[in-house]
């Protein structure tokens, strides 16, 4: 009975998710008192794939010739190396997400969503998940025997072992699959939203898109992505792929600085997962401020400026 966890990777590298998801593997298989066995679809060095060794991972069968957009191709091969595993495990990816759930209907186990804890117990599988757009915790219990688990996103952390040994089996799937899918990801920023520990958010309260410079500048000097509310993607000042909250994208960074955001519902929804968050508006009723950490009731436009200065400083 092993653990067995999907490490996604894009054109050949694994992100933060990936290693997130193996961490979190390693800590269910310590429990089990089994191995962490990883499957990776598309073409990944061997050089990369030894990195998974640095997490926890004993053997990875890394499958060329089956593209990972392909889920009814990688989901009928995953159900083939599924047999021995007690537990599956996927990260919070776009991917995932299409894989996992035609995977329990193969192989006809439970699967959960949006894990934030390692399993509390094993029998039954049991674990806490995120409920209600982050609102609530709720203890999930799988019936079946076996399981899948994805996580959400940053929900664990990274574990390393720094044990290093990975056996790497290549598995060439010539042709596998009838689909083709080409992705290509689109990011504004140098960051990706899903991977940022810090991200810099604005909302209609910057006016126009001429005022992203200083956002923009700030999310630079932190080695932040940038974010944006909901209307400000809809009326064109932003990318559609900055949109965070309950109809955009949901991110859980260490910190997360909304800047002209009144802090609606459907935003926060998105983003209350947030280890801290720090709100910047002129208006002291503005939602946001119950949600937020730290506030400063301030203009951005006199605030941003002096932020950026006195980091530049701290930066000399
Ligand atoms: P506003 O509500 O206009 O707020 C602007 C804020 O900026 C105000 O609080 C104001 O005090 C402040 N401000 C103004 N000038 C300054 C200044 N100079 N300095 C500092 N602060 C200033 N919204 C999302 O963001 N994400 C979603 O996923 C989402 N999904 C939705 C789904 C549904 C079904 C619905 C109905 C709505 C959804 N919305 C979503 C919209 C949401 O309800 C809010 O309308 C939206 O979040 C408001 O965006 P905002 O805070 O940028 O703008």
């Not at 992100?15 to 990883?38: H, P």
């Not at 932040?224 to 809809?234: E, L, Q, Y």
């Amino acid at each position: 009975m092993s653990v067995l966890v999907y490490t996604e990777n894009w054109k050949g590298s694994f992100r933060k998710s990936t290693f997130e998801a193996v961490s979190y593997a390693n800590e269910t298989a310590k429990l089990l008192g089994t191995d962490v066995i990883a499957l990776s679809f598309g073409e990944v060095s061997d050089d990369e794939l030894a990195k998974l060794g640095n997490y926890g991972v004993n053997k990875v069968f890394s499958a060329s010739g089956i593209n990972k957009g392909d889920s009814q191709a990688t989901s009928s091969f995953f159900a083939e190396y599924a047999t021995d595993a007690k537990i599956i495990i996927f990260a919070s990816t776009y991917t995932s997400k299409m894989i996992a759930p035609r995977l329990a209907a193969r192989l006809k186990i439970g699967m959960v969503s949006n894990v934030i804890s390692i399993p509390l117990s094993m029998s039954p599988i049991t674990v806490s998940r995120k409920a209600f757009s982050g609102k609530a915790i709720e203890k999930a219990i799988i019936k079946t025997k076996k399981g899948i688990i994805c996580l959400g996103p940053n929900a664990f952390g990274l574990l390393e072992t720094g044990e290093g040994d990975c056996i790497i089996e290549k598995l060439n799937l010539a042709e596998n699959g009838n689909i083709t899918i080409e992705g290509e990801e689109i990011t504004n920023g140098k960051i990706s939203l899903a991977e940022a520990e810090i991200i810099v958010s604005a909302g209609r309260g910057l006016k126009a898109p001429e005022n992203w410079g200083m956002i923009e500048e700030l999310a630079d000097l932190l080695g932040a992505a940038t974010a944006c509310s909901k209307p400000v993607a809809d009326i064109g000042w932003r990318p559609h792929g900055e949109h965070v909250g309950q109809t955009g994208k949901a991110v859980a960074p260490n910190l997360y600085i909304a800047i002209g955001i009144s802090g609606a519902i459907q935003h926060l929804a998105g983003v209350n997962s947030s280890k801290v968050m720090v709100a910047i508006n002129t208006d002291p009723e503005a939602p946001f401020f119950k949600a937020a950490d730290y506030g400063i009731i301030g203009d951005a436009f006199q605030v941003v400026p002096k932020l950026i200065e006195e980091i530049k400083n701290a930066k000399n």
